[in-house]
């Protein structure tokens, strides 16, 4: 599946997960980039300790790896609260949650990653948690079904999404602060490997960790992703050292292109251009071609895509753009009822 890709912005297993969590910043001053987001959370922090109160609910939304985790711990290291995390998809009955509810302190926060996997009867059971902290449980059924009123301790919900569209309205509503996560800029990239490849002890020459942030589309855990790799290379063909040819040889090994492009990408953006003329086609359809989940393509495939502007997503479907076509070497067609000559963009061109 396409989630084992290098450049992938999910966490691959656990190994990888336990590399990242040592790389993790703690504190919003060590969080490179998100300097609107960060501000933000410092007043709402800042404010909440003055007057000893919880935060307000807070909602994380943005493409996998730019930081919700990270900021959810953040948050809670500088509140110096406890924080409990899980995930929607884990959530499953509302049992689940009564076991995590029940068991938080004044102040402590539930991370809840994937909030738009809750199921409805689970979410339903949490919008008066959000709102009044009580939560209604019914036991048994039938003639001796009871419903018993249970008093929480004041918390904040912290939930992270890769799909805000795909939050209900009544669940969006009662969170107090909602706070998007952009790509991140070439240079915060190269702070963020700057400051993991100092954790790591690892020795770079000048310029070299400039690359390995050109291709990492925007996004932490892919930069440290590949600083990862590009040190297993460095140790086992050379001195350890991080040279430019190290860190060329290393990214081409992983089949990853100057703009950050893996194969999984190249194969997205062939599929529009080859088959369906360079589109407009709809996802399912591509995901059909590609023999790959519509969920992973627009999750993990898509938003770089449309970042760069490689990728268009209109009403009728998604279309290629002239830029992906010069980048690949392809033959570039305008979306079909707009009837326009073909240009052809040679591979030498580039
Ligand atoms: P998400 O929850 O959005 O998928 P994470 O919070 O797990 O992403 O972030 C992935 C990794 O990227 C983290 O382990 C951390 O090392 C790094 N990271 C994320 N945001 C930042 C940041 N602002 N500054 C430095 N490193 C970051």
Known sequence: MAIDRVISGQPLNEVEESFNISLRPKSLDECVGQCSVKDKLSIAI?????????????????????????????VANEMGANIRCSSGPAMAKAGDVMGLLSNINTGDILFIDEIHRL??????????????????????????AK?????????????????AGLLSAPLRSRFGMLYHLDFYSAEELTAILVRSAELLQLHCEDGTLELIADRSRGTPRVANRLLKRVRDYAQVKGS???STAIVE?????????TLGLDEMDRAFLRALV????????????????????????????????????????????????????KH???????AKDTAAQPELFEQDQQ
């Not at 000893?52 to 943005?62: N, Q, R, T």
């Not at 199921?119 to 001796?144: K, Q």
């Not at 040889?249 to 292109?257: G, R, Y």
């Not at 990728?311 to 830029?323: C, F, I, N, S």
């Open 147 to 163: 419903t018993i009123n249970f008093p929480l301790k004041r918390f904040t919900l912290i939930g992270a999404t890769t799909r």
């Open 249 to 257: 040889n290393a990214l081409a090994m992983e089949q990853i292109d």
């Open 119 to 144: 199921s409805t009867p689970v979410e339903e059971f949490i919008y008066p948690a959000m709102e009044d902290f009580r939560v209604d449980f019914t036991v048994d059924s039938g003639l001796h």
């Open 328 to 334: 690949l070497g392809l033959k570039f067609h305008k």
């Open 46 to 74: 800042a404010a909440a300790r003055q007057r000893s109160e919880p935060l307000e609910h807070i909602l994380f939304h943005g493409p996998p790896g730019l930081g919700k985790t990270t900021l959810a711990n953040v």
């Open 240 to 242: 350890g050292l991080l």
């Open 274 to 325: 080859n088959v369906y003329d360079g589109g407009p086609a709809g996802i399912d359809a591509i995901a059909a071609t590609l023999g790959e989940e519509r969920d992973t393509l627009e999750d993990v495939v898509e938003p770089y895509l449309l970042q760069t502007g490689f990728l268009r997503r209109t009403r009728r479907g998604r279309e290629v753009t002239k830029a992906a076509c």
